[in-house]
């Protein structure tokens, strides 16, 4: 099976984390995750939307991509935000929690961030197309 990348952009906006769980949520469900699987990757990639959204530089996008793999959907989540994200709180145990191997990479660029978040998510067993 070829991996295989998806990636989209959108305004770092609240009104726009709607579209942002509806097009993971399609995604998961194109991938065959199963449905309570797909709630799941939806969520946690809303959490991280919503952190980074909150702390936005003016004018930002947030990318969201995900990657495809023989046994991991990866996800990277970034944007450039005015603060470094604060990784305490509810929104970030539920990420910990549903994901694994998560990372938060943030490069300081006065005055500015650039915020890099990333974490797998394993495919059910059996899984083996996108």
Known sequence: ?????????FDARPEQLGMVRALTRVLALQLELALDEAADLELAV??????LV????????????YRSRAT??????SSTTVIAP?????GWHIVRTLASNLTVDCVPDDPQHTVIVG???ARPLGWNHL
């Open 1 to 9: 099976m070829p991996d295989s990348t998806v990636a989209m952009e």
């Open 119 to 121: 974490f797998n998510w």
């Open 72 to 77: 991991t959907i990866g996800v990277l989540v």
């Open 54 to 65: 909150a702390i936005a530089a003016p004018g930002a996008v947030v990318r969201c991509e």
């Open 86 to 90: 604060r990784t305490t709180g509810l």
């Open 46 to 51: 809303h959490e991280v939307g919503t952190a």
